[in-house]
C-alpha cells in the first residue's frame, strides 16, 4: 500500500453520501494531494451520490437501491462504471484501492469491513459496529493486530494519537469522554416523554440520526468502549466513561506511572477523518482550533447509569461476549428506528434492547465466533425479535 502522504494513494468511500463521507470528501475536494476516489457508494440518495461522482470522478459508482438507478444515470455527467443492488458490495473490485474507509451506519457496514481485511486492505473504519460486532472474528483474522483499522470516531483518533510513541503495556486505563447528551440534566419524569424531535438535538455533534438518538441514550459511548477494548486490547474494566458536557477533551490515555496524555480540539469531525488520511503525518487544513485566550471550562460528571442503562447493557454484552454483542447492536438499531417512527417510546429503546439480551441467553449457545455466518444470523434474530417487541 501506498503510505499516507503519497499523492498516488486511492480511496473506496462506502457511505459517501451521509455525514462522515460527505465531509471526507470535502477535504479531499479541498486537498487533493492526499489522493484520488476510486469508489463512491450509496445506499439510496441517488442526486446527492451522482453530484458527489460529478465532482470526484470516481472509477465506479454503487447504489444499493436499484429502483434509482435511472435518476443515478440522469444526473450523471460521465460514464462510471455504475453498479446496483446490495449484493454490488460483494464485487471484488470495490477493494482494490489503496485505503479502504468505511462510513457505513449499523450492522450494514459489517461485510464490506470483512470483505476489505480478507482482500489484505487497511480500512479507516467510522462503522464502529464492524467491531462491536464481529471484533472476535476480526481479532482472530487480523492474528490480535489491529494496526489495518484505523479508527475515524473521534474517541478512538483521540486514544489512538496519544498513543504514537507509547507501548500498549504502559497503558493503566482509557477514560473515554461523552458530552451526555441534551438530556443530561433531566429528570427521570421529564424523561418519560421525550420525543424524536427532543432527542434529535445535541449540543455539540452535528451527525445523522441514528448515531444522535445512540448518543442521547448513552448507547453510542457504550458502543465505543467495545470498539476501545477490542482496537487498544484493555479488558472493558479499565475503559472508563466520564461527562465532558464541552466535548473539547475527546479521550484520555492513564499511563501506569500516573502521567497521563489528552487529545483536545473542538468538536469537529473533520479532524479525526483527517488525520485517518494523514496519520502518522499531519497536513494543514482549515479546521477549528481551541481559542485558548477566551474565558472557558471544562467540567467532567461520572456517567448516570440509572438514567441511562443502555451504556451498561452494552457493557455486559461485552463481558458476556459470544453474540450477544451482535444481538445488541441489532436490537438497539431496531429500537431507534421504532423510536424515531413514535411505536416506542424512548425509555423503551433500552428495555427492548435488554429484553432481546435476556431472550437470546438460550439462543445462541453453540454458535461459533469465527464464523462470519455466526453473526450474520444473530442479526437477523435479534432484528425479528426487536421487531415484535411490546413492552
Request: aromatic letters at 8%; proline letters at 6%.
Amino acid at each position: 500500500m501506498k503510505s499516507s502522504n503519497s499523492p498516488g494513494r486511492t480511496f473506496t468511500i462506502f457511505g459517501a453520501t451521509g455525514s462522515i463521507g460527505t465531509q471526507l470528501l470535502e477535504i479531499l475536494e479541498q486537498t487533493p494531494s492526499l489522493g484520488r476516489v476510486r469508489v463512491l457508494t450509496a445506499n439510496r440518495r441517488a442526486q446527492c451520490l451522482a453530484e458527489l461522482a460529478n465532482t470526484h470522478r470516481p472509477d465506479i459508482v454503487v447504489l444499493c437501491d436499484p429502483s434509482q438507478r435511472a435518476e443515478l444515470e440522469e444526473v450523471l455527467t460521465y460514464k462510471p462504471t455504475v453498479l446496483v443492488g446490495e449484493e454490488a458490495l460483494d464485487d471484488p473490485s470495490l477493494y482494490d484501492s489503496d485505503l479502504v474507509i468505511n462510513a457505513l451506519v449499523g450492522f450494514s457496514g459489517f461485510m464490506p469491513t470483512v470483505r476489505a481485511i480478507r482482500a489484505g486492505k487497511t480500512v479507516a473504519l467510522a462503522n464502529k459496529e464492524s467491531l462491536v460486532v464481529g471484533g472476535a472474528w476480526l481479532s482472530q483474522e487480523l492474528q490480535g493486530d489491529f494496526s489495518r483499522i484505523l479508527p475515524v470516531d473521534s474517541e478512538h483518533s483521540a486514544m489512538w494519537q496519544a498513543l504514537q510513541g507509547e507501548s500498549r503495556e504502559s497503558i493503566q486505563k482509557i477514560i473515554i469522554t461523552a458530552s451526555g447528551g441534551p438530556f443530561r440534566e433531566w429528570s427521570n419524569a421529564q424523561m418519560e416523554s421525550i420525543t424524536p424531535k427532543d432527542a434529535l438535538k445535541h449540543p455539540n455533534w452535528s451527525m445523522g440520526a441514528k448515531i444522535t438518538i445512540d448518543s442521547s441514550t448513552l448507547m453510542n459511548k457504550g458502543l465505543e468502549m467495545i470498539e476501545a477494548h477490542w482496537l487498544f486490547g484493555l479488558p472493558m474494566e479499565r475503559i472508563e466513561p466520564v461527562v465532558h458536557p464541552q466535548s473539547i477533551i475527546h479521550s484520555v490515555i492513564e499511563f501506569v506511572d500516573g502521567s497521563s496524555k489528552a487529545q483536545l480540539g473542538p468538536p469537529d469531525m473533520k479532524v479525526p477523518i483527517l488525520y485517518a488520511l494523514t496519520a502518522p503525518h499531519r497536513v494543514a487544513y482549515p479546521n477549528p482550533t481551541i481559542q485558548w485566550q477566551e474565558a472557558s471550562q471544562w467540567t467532567f460528571e461520572p456517567v448516570d447509569h440509572d438514567r441511562f442503562p443502555c451504556i451498561g447493557l452494552a457493557i455486559a454484552a461485552q463481558q458476556t461476549g459470544g453474540m450477544a454483542p451482535a444481538v445488541l447492536n441489532a436490537a438497539n438499531e431496531v429500537a431507534v428506528a421504532r423510536f424515531l417512527q413514535e411505536s416506542l417510546s424512548y425509555k423503551q429503546i433500552a428495555q427492548c434492547v435488554e429484553a432481546a439480551l435476556d431472550a437470546s441467553v438460550n439462543e445462541f449457545t453453540q454458535t461459533n465466533v469465527n464464523d462470519v455466518v455466526s453473526y450474520q444470523h444473530a442479526d437477523h434474530w435479534a432484528r425479528r425479535y426487536a421487531k415484535s417487541w411490546k413492552a
